[in-house]
């Protein structure tokens, strides 16, 4: 541009300003340029305007400027009496596919008729390629099939907006007609086509495509190589995907950015962090797509340090302006654990979209931070951002962690107002926020309502009547799968296993775990090894647990240790306990629960000084018990209750009635478990059962709730022995339905009983 100015005042000083060749090339240069107000200040004093002085002017608005400004220009040409010619047409045909703006699309296919040009090929391509662009591929296609003649451009043209359009196979099809009118397909082709067979996920036909290209020495260019690479990686093979891009000489930006989503999409996210490192060795500048798979692989891999250093590059490449970089920003450092960070870039933006609000709920919502999931869905909602599934699929589970059925029925009336019950991502959603709020029957009755159900639909509702203690119907659930056409997944398993376990039914469990490699082909994972473990261990079943870990294949992991260490609390084995414990120990577990476990066995057998020692040893370690806490929702805010806590407004008014609430189930036949307290008297130890968090919420419940009243409680930690005992009498006297959700299932206390039946 500074050059083309500094010719400018040479051609005026030798009076070649009004020559119509110099007037047209400089017209030309400006646009090509970007500068069309410059072009126009050649274009207006000019006494003797050539046409094409006016077609080259309107091709520079079509392409730098907004499409209002080139139809008027277009609409000046007419009033001047400049013919068109057919350029005008496509040059403006393109701008109204690429803002997909329709109805001036069929204005200008209507003056491209009037002005002759109806059997034009390369403008009637044009009008295939808009109203591809705007969606209405049906019309496209009948301008297609009004062709005279079809050149490769138009073939091209109509198979890659069946492609855009996500009609896959109909791309597929014309690909083959294509060839049967006598056109090969060219390198365009194979680029366009390439994408739908990934959408198809047809590996063999990729392959086919693939080799025609090496017949026709297409694989050699780099645009056709990249689209292959990325078919295969969205085929599942993304070795071969590796293969062909280590074997391009010159990449482009483009191929690099295609090697790491693949590796992002195939769940390898440290290989896709390696080729991002290499492409940085190599000196190619990353783009907001680079970043993007970046921070997706550092998300995955929850590595916080790579994160940070991706962005401080995307900082340094002034890509932090770019809304979907940095809201690709918020959801790393969400799944880094970093929700903080997170919402300091979302409270930073200067404009959030609908997925800003989203990632942002959907972080909250990851980290357990239920309250702000929420309050950021009511503040979107206060912006009049309307929300979409995703953000119903982010808000909905921060309802579930919370357990209250008043709210899960509000949020349930808003998806119907918002017409996404059909949406089956959504209604599974519901459904196992419904479970998880302890309205097992009406995620049941929204389940049956559904006409297509996903795998993780059934395997809400199994894993609904898992933490329900309903193994009975978990297991007739999964046979019903069964025999359907849905197949069972690594979740399923896990999800039927847990409900088997809750409910004793080792059998039955037993048989599914054999089932699962044997009958479906899914290698079992160390959850799976966990579960059942923790399957034959809650069934005393104790030494054939500890002969199965043995005989285990893969290594041991914590989930496996923990499960027998918890079994042998349950049923007071101390020597395998402290196998289990040593071996656990050994894999060093960041959080003080096993600790805690191990002491707890030890204080059932009256074993102090090995209790002090693991006191002892978790002081040492700076490993912390997770304090035990309680939540129960009363006219629309949820009160916190933590163990042994005196901060809470009615807490005088709690303790006081949990001493006479004693006193009454004591009189029913409640006897107080102590044996795991020690150095206090009795009274002392009793007091310390009593500031249990679930038995201050049920308290609290039972003061401010009409008789009648069913009672939910929410815990983060498993219900002990004396609770649950306590609470089986207080829903005795008190005649309360007591719902009890803690961190492994539900317990429904009402006249005296529990629907775990005591196996817990």
Known sequence: MKELRQIIPLIIKNGLCNEPLFQTKLVSLFCNYGSVADAARVFEPSEEKLDVLYHTLLKGYAKNSSLDEALSFFFRMKHDDVKPIVYNFTYLLKVCGDTADLRRGKEIHGQLVANGFASNVFAMTGVVNMYAKCRQIGEAYKMFDRLPHRDLVSWNTIISGYAQNCWAAPALELVLHMQEEGQRPDSITLVTILPAVADVGSLSIGKSIHG?????????????????LDMYSKCKSVKTARVIFDGIEKRTVVTWNSMIDGYVENENP??????FEKMLDERVEPTNVTVMGALHACADLGDLERGMFVHKLLTRLKLDSNISVMNSLISMYSKCKRVDLAAGIFNNLREKTLVSWN????????????????????WMHSQNVQPD????????PALAELSVTRQAKWIHGLVIRSCMDKNIYVMTALIDMYAKCGAVDTARKLFDMMEYRHVITWNAMIDGYGTHGLGGSAVELFKAMQKGTVKPNDITFLSILSACSHSGLVDEGLHYFDSMKQDYGIEPTMDHYGSVVDLLGRAGRLKEAWDFIQKMPIEPGITVFGAMLGACKIHKNVELGEQAANKLFELN???????????????TASMWSKVAEVRKIMDKEGLQKTPGCSLVELRNEVHSFYSGSTDHPQSKRIYAFLETLVDEIKAAGYVPDTHSIHDVEDDVKEQLLNSHSERLA?????????????IHIRKNLRVCGDCHNATKYISLVTEREIIVRDMQRFHHFKNGTCSCGDYW
Request: net charge negative; with cysteine; charged share 10%.
């Open 359 to 378: 990632a942002m709920i959907l972080g909250f919502t990851q980290n357990g931070r239920v309250s702000e999931a929420l309050n950021h869905f009511c």
């Open 589 to 603: 577990p960041q959080e003080g629960g096993y600790h805690v476990l191990l002491a707890n066995i030890y204080a």
């Open 270 to 275: 440290e290989e896709a962090i390696a080729i």
């Open 389 to 396: 599934t995703f953000t119903m699929v982010s808000v909905i």
């Open 698 to 710: 049920i308290a609290f419940g039972l003061l401010n709730t009409s008789p009648g009243t069913t």
């Open 212 to 228: 025609y290209a090496v017949r026709a020495g297409f694989e050699c260019l780099v645009n056709v190589s990249t689209a292959l």
